[in-house]
């Protein structure tokens, strides 16, 4: 075999395994393939699809609860307000919105607080509850967030979520990032 034949095949080898690479890192970072949701491929959990699901985000009633003495730091609190058991499990999805009611990019990062992964199905007028943690920064070099909507890795859509705290009206809170935990069956140990 001659060099220059030698190298025509060495090059149609490499362009070929460069072609395969792209197209698996294409699939990995790229969307999720059809009927397959990005939650479940991100957190390595069920290809199940989401629309198999009974219940959408506006079958939830979503409060984010204020700790005391603890700034940045909530309870969130999904009640199921359907008249049907919905499923609900790893981390809801928060977007923090400014007072346009415009998505702010905020870095978040799911954290196995109080404990890993879990499946919850939610009777009708029952909740499940996660810990939501809102590192803040100064109004004046990060964007303020005067709302939230939820969406959850089970679900379609999203749903605002209410910040519940006495007679206050209006909150404002510069993120710099946030980190929220696991659902869980039960208020005790959720927030960090």
């Not at 939650?39 to 984010?64: M, N, R, W, Y």
Request: some cysteine; aromatic content about 8%.
């Amino acid at each position: 075999m001659s060099l220059t034949r030698t190298r025509k095949f060495g090059a149609a080898a490499a362009l070929f395994s460069g072609a395969l690479l792209l197209v698996g890192c294409g699939q990995a970072t790229g969307s999720a393939p059809e009927g397959v949701s990005n939650a479940a491929i991100q957190q390595g959990g069920s290809t199940e699809d989401i629309s198999a699901s009974p219940c959408s985000a506006e079958d939830f009633k979503v409060d984010l609860n204020p700790q005391p003495g603890r700034p940045g730091v909530f309870l969130l609190a999904a009640t199921n307000t359907s008249d049907k058991a919905c499923p609900v499990s790893g981390w809801a999805t928060l977007t923090p919105e400014n007072m346009a009611g415009e998505p702010l990019e905020v870095p978040t990062e799911n954290v196995e607080i109080p404990g890993g992964f879990e499946e919850i199905s939610l009777e009708p007028g029952r909740t499940a509850f996660a810990g939501v943690h809102l590192e803040l920064g100064d109004k004046n070099e990060v964007p303020a967030a005067t709302g939230f909507k939820a969406s959850f890795q089970d679900t379609s859509g999203q749903v605002n979520a209410d910040i519940v705290s006495g007679d206050q009206e209006y909150f404002e809170y510069a993120i710099e990032s946030m980190q929220i935990g696991t659902f869980q069956p039960s208020p005790q140990g959720v927030t960090f």
